[in-house]
């Protein structure tokens, strides 16, 4: 086909999705017109249907709500909160500083939850298989520590328990307990807390480990469960972008005035 044969069709296609219809007059989710959805549901409703295709049952919904609110923010010290309350005080429009802020979520900061998803659907294939998943934990554990690595999503530099790992892990064991989940995912993120305890303290989950389980018992993709998180730190880096908008204060950096950072290169030297 040659460009001089393209038709309407050709080119209505060309960003054909099964997300959003719109029409004049008109505008769907998935199918549900949106004025019913502003009727009768809720946002974090509203964010499975688009991402996932269906509005979720009522587990899945306080899962995820629980997860989002718990992601949502952890202080200016975090780099992508701090890279957004600096990037307000240059000058730029508040959609610049949260995504500034979100820029900085990489693989290191932000994205432990991914690699914690991913760690546990192996570990739950691998015991599908007939394996132990206690004996299954261990070696990823050696795995991880031979490698110098993180296990990811357990410990955390600032916490010596994570105050968000008991709230959101009672829920995960109610909703198995009640048949509403299967656990497998939970199985696999207790035997590696297990396993990492066994080397001589406890490492227990944090943020990034309780939400993977979360994520991998509702059947959600690593990297998507890396998006969610990113959507919901995305209401912190706003909160505080904001907040640093209102003090009125310019081109503010990593260190208050007078404080200049030590400098460590050649001493003044002649030309």
Known sequence: MT??????ADTTA?????????????????????QDLIAESDFVST???????????ATTRRLLDAVLVASADHGPQAPS????????????????????????????????????????????AAEREGRDIDELAIDAVADHRARGAFVPGFGHRFHP???????????????????????????????????????????????????????????????????LFVLSRSVGILAHAWEEAGTGRRIKGPLPPPLLADYTGPQARPL
């Open 81 to 124: 909160i701090a890279s957004a309350r600096m990037a307000i005080t240059c000058g730029v429009g508040v959609n610049s500083a949260v995504a500034n802020g979100v820029n900085v979520l990489g693989d290191t900061h932000g994205g432990a939850g991914q690699q914690c998803v991913a760690l546990l659907q192996r570990l739950v």
């Open 47 to 57: 964010i499975w249907l688009l991402t996932r295709g269906e509005l979720p049952d």
């Open 161 to 227: 328990r994570d105050p968000r790992r008991d709230p959101i892990l009672a829920l995960v064991e109610r909703a198995v307990a009640g048949g509403e989940l299967e656990g497998a995912a939970l199985r696999a993120g207790l035997a590696l807390e297990r396993a990492l305890a066994a080397r001589g303290r406890p490492i227990p989950m944090n943020i990034d480990g309780i939400s993977a389980i979360v994520y991998a018992e509702l059947g959600v993709e690593p990297e998507l469960a890396r998006g």
């Open 3 to 8: 460009d001089g044969d393209r038709t309407v």
């Open 14 to 34: 060309w960003w054909a999705t099964g997300v959003t219809r719109i029409a004049p007059g008109e505008i769907g989710y998935r199918g549900y017109a949106v």
